[in-house]
């Protein structure tokens, strides 16, 4: 009888199927990632710029569309120039929630005894101030019992430093001395403002209306915030808008809503990001070099496996594919170590800059941001992957009899040429589409490609002339320049990676100077002293005899000025406009405005011609000639402008320049006097000093003109070109922090340069030892032939960087350029050093190496 078994059959274990090529790239990679650490640093790198700008921006742009209420003030706000809201408009806005009435304006904070006054914002509010957010007092006074009596207000503690004042003395404002009761500590709607030109003070509508400073022709901005008592839906805020330009067509109102609550900030956060992706990209792209010089070096060791591949019978296709596959994986390396990098540096910065920022930022996982840095990682890698890794399908099996001594000078085949070439356009291609401006970022790629074709071409010349130079009978420069000049040596390598970064340098540093110089030598001498803002038109008679009288050798400049703001180019409503982002500003908001018979001076007309003395036809206009071309405007078209809740239709008559940079009188739109002539205006007035500045005539001027004119306001050019200062300092700072990155990525592309030959380097050490050579003539020609090296790309960086700034500044800017001997010292310099820091640690380790295994070896 057949005994039947119990116990259970064997379980086979089964592995999920995987192609011959990824068995190959996994078992080789079990070796360690050696030589491949170069290749993770120069993508990370990259990645890391690009996904930190990416999350921080992405951060701050959610902060600031869920914080939009407080930003704003409210869910909607409308905004009219010059004039109140009257009781039809009024009861528009209320229809639709709580309305709180804001007004803000510019003008000059004195101390009783007139010893010193300061330019300040003015903001006047209501009872209803703030709808959202909280403003804080320092202490624990709330700001309806710090304005709780008339003639009081709340200031910045820079107004009470400027002033030497403290809380409980008065400040003169217009014609009425206010008590200050308070130190605002936040302000929460401070951004909705704009630019701030001084300290802030705070009263009430009631105190500002006291002090005379509210005449007909103000420039005052007066802010209706709504809150709605519901949620600020998209339709609830399109009804909004529906009911201002049906029931309130031609009143002048601009409405914002808490979207986008301060479009300029919105628009500098996205230059700034572009800009930022831009550097991130030029790192990466520098940090290519160090991909594909990683990529080469694997090829060369795989020298031998390729070979046993194809001995064995594997075909081209699976060799290259195994190898493909490694170097991808490593690339993949790369790219997450330079996400999660990404990822968590903006943490860092905000809790060590986070009291520097105007609004809060609440930090979240930005996928989008995250996903982009990979994109650019991926196609970088690719970029300068696939070339040199397209020839290792050229191995033959015949390598295994022979040592490979010459440069692999053959082409890949065409399917990784087509690869490389198509991954650099899509790179190209991604970086232009998403940046804020299209025109600066392609201008900008195409740039960082003729620089790179400019240094590839300056290493081939300097091997090319080490080369051809006759050797000297000093060995050890002899040495230097037959390293400098062989195939095999740091050259090329060494001008594409420094090159870049100490060509950008030198231009900003270049640039810089030549601002620093306009701002602190040329601006001063040929812009105004000072200017004058809401003059009365009825006494400026008294204002020019108060001049006469204190600055008797000064020039006085006038003009009318009032605010209007476009509403229609050539019968087309500019909300239906698509203008460029650097001409958007004059279509956002009200502009100044002016009219004039003759054409001002430092101008010229470009098309057209300037209208007659006595022009009594239809209201003509000059427009300024950049903007009209960027905006579409020719001569004969018309402008709508609304002017004080009019709308004025004028012709254009004439483009001209301006020479912005003189700071002088003068307007994007000039219209001819039958135009705004009978409009209620203040007058704009400009001090100028022929003979020489004297700050005590200025000083003495100046308070004679608060005394009589409270109401006027003093802006000093002297002390707003020294703000500029501050801010441009800043800027350049920033600039400099972030165009280092190109700088650290050649510098980690020098360093796997160096462990590249470094075997080479040590193998030729050795046979000059046993010839005879002493550590002296071998530490002499390595440093040599280092400082050779350095200082011939230095001198085609700084060439290329005084190019690069020369054309920036006179061209973009329109600013003379200041040559400085210093900015173009420091790149050669730094070249030097690093390469010495570089070249030294390498020659240490060359000079203890034993003789004996290399001899043995070979």
């Known amino acids: 009888m057949t005994s039947i078994s119990t116990s259970a059959p064997a379980v086979r274990q089964t592995r999920l199927p995987m192609p011959l090529s990824v068995r190959l790239a996994l078992r080789e990679l079990r070796g360690g990632l050696s030589g491949f650490y170069v290749f993770i640093l120069c993508i990370a790198l990259g990645v890391t710029a690009i996904a930190t700008v990416g999350t921080v921006t992405g951060a701050l742009q959610d902060s600031i569309a869920r914080q939009g209420q407080i930003i704003l003030g409210g869910d909607v706000a409308a905004s009219v120039v010059h004039r109140r809201a009257n009781e039809q408009e009024r009861a528009v806005f209320a229809r639709f929630g709580t309305v709180s009435e804001v007004g803000t304006m510019r003008a000059m904070g004195l101390r009783p005894d007139g010893d010193a006054q300061v330019l300040i914002g003015v903001k006047a509010v209501d009872k209803a101030y703030p709808l959202y957010g909280n403003f804080e007092l320092e202490g624990d006074r709330s700001l309806r019992e710090a304005l709780a009596e008339p003639n009081t207000a709340v200031v910045e503690q820079g107004l009470l430093d400027r002033l030497d004042l403290e809380v409980g003395d008065k400040v003169k404002l217009g014609e009425s001395l206010l008590e200050i009761t308070g130190v605002i500590a936040l302000e929460p709607d401070r951004l909705s403002g704009g630019a701030a030109f001084g300290p802030r003070l705070l009263t009430t509508i009631p105190t500002l209306q006291g002090t005379g400073l509210l005449a007909p022709g103000t420039l005052i901005d007066w802010r209706y915030r709504v809150a709605f008592p519901a949620s600020a839906d998209e339709e609830r805020i399109a009804a909004f808008r529906e009911a201002i330009d049906t029931e309130l067509e031609n009143s002048g109102f601009e409405v914002r809503d808490r979207t986008d609550p301060s479009p300029q900030i919105t628009r500098a956060v996205n230059r700034l990001s572009s800009f930022l992706t831009l550097v991130g990209l030029a790192a990466l792209l520098i940090g290519g070099i160090g991909v594909a010089n990683a990529i080469s070096a694997f090829v060369a060791r795989k020298r031998k496996s390729a070979a046993i591949y194809k001995a064995i019978g594997a075909s081209t296709g699976l060799t290259l594919t195994s190898f493909a596959l490694q170097v991808l994986m490593v690339a993949a390396l790369g790219i997450v170590v330079g996400l999660i990098a990404g990822s968590l540096i903006p943490i860092v910065l905000d809790r060590a800059f986070a009291d520097l920022l105007p609004i809060q930022i609440d930090l979240s996982l930005q996928p989008g941001a995250l996903v982009l840095a990979a994109a650019y990682g991926l196609l970088t890698a690719l970029a300068f992957i696939l070339w040199p890794l397209g020839r290792a399908g050229q191995i033959r099996p015949a390598e295994l009899l022979r040592e490979e001594i010459t440069e692999q000078k053959s082409w890949p085949p065409r399917a990784f040429i087509t690869g490389s070439v198509m991954s650099a356009l899509a790179l190209a291609g991604l970086a232009i589409w998403l940046s804020e401006v299209r025109l600066i970022a392609a201008i900008t790629v195409v740039g960082i490609g003729v620089v790179f074709a400019i240094f590839l071409g300056v290493g081939r010349l ?397």
């Open 462 to 858: 300097i091997r090319g002339l080490a080369a051809r130079t006759p050797r000297p009978r000093q060995p050890e420069m002899a040495l230097a320049l037959a390293n400098i000049g062989g195939p095999a040596g740091l050259t090329i390598t060494l001008a594409l990676s420094l090159g870049a970064g100490l060509a950008l340098l030198t231009m900003i540093a270049l640039t810089d100077t030549s601002l620093r110089g306009e701002l602190q030598t040329d601006l001063p001498e040929n812009a105004p002293s000072q200017f004058f803002l809401g003059i009365p038109k009825e006494r400026f008679s008294d204002f020019s005899r108060i001049i006469a009288d204190n600055a008797p050798s000064a020039e006085l400049n006038t003009a009318p000025m009032l605010r209007g703001r476009i509403t229609a180019i050539d019968g087309t409503p500019t909300s239906e406009i698509d203008a460029p982002q650097d001409a958007q500003w004059v279509l956002d908001g009200d502009r100044g405005i002016t009219y004039s018979e003759k054409l001002p001076e430092h101008s010229e007309v470009v098309a057209g011609e300037w209208w007659g003395p006595d022009h009594e036809g239809e209201p003509l206009v000059s427009f300024e000639d950049e903007l009209a071309r960027q905006l579409g405007i020719e001569v004969g078209d018309t402008l709508t402008v609304n002017v004080l809740g009019r709308e004025i239709t004028a012709r254009v008559a004439n483009l001209r320049t301006v020479a912005w940079e003189r700071l002088s009188i003068n307007f994007v739109m000039i219209f001819s006097p039958n135009a705004l002539e009978n409009a209620p205006y203040r007058v704009l007035a400009t001090l100028n000093w022929p003979e020489g500045r004297n700050a005590e005539a200025e000083n003495a001027a100046l308070r004679a003109i608060t005394a009589n004119f409270p109401t006027v306001t003093a802006v000093t050019v002297r002390d707003v070109l020294q703000s500029v200062g501050r801010v441009l300092e800043q800027v350049m700072t920033a600039i400099r922090v972030a165009a280092s990155l190109t700088l650290i990525a050649g510098v980690i592309v020098l360093a796997g340069a160096f462990a590249t030959v470094q075997r080479r380097r040590v193998y030729e050490a050795v046979v000059l030892k046993v010839l005879g050579a002493q550590r002296r003539n071998i530490v002499m020609a390595h440093i040599l032939e280092y400082v050779l090296m350095a200082v011939a790309v230095a001198v085609f960086a700084a060439g290329l960087g005084a190019a690069g700034a020369w054309l920036l500044v006179t061209f973009v800017l329109g600013v003379d350029f200041t040559f400085s001997a210093l900015a173009l010292v420091q790149a050669g310099v730094l070249a030097v050093l690093l390469m010495v820091i570089f070249g030294s640690i390498g020659t240490l380790q060359v000079l203890g190496a034993k003789a004996a295994p290399y001899l043995r070896s070979e």
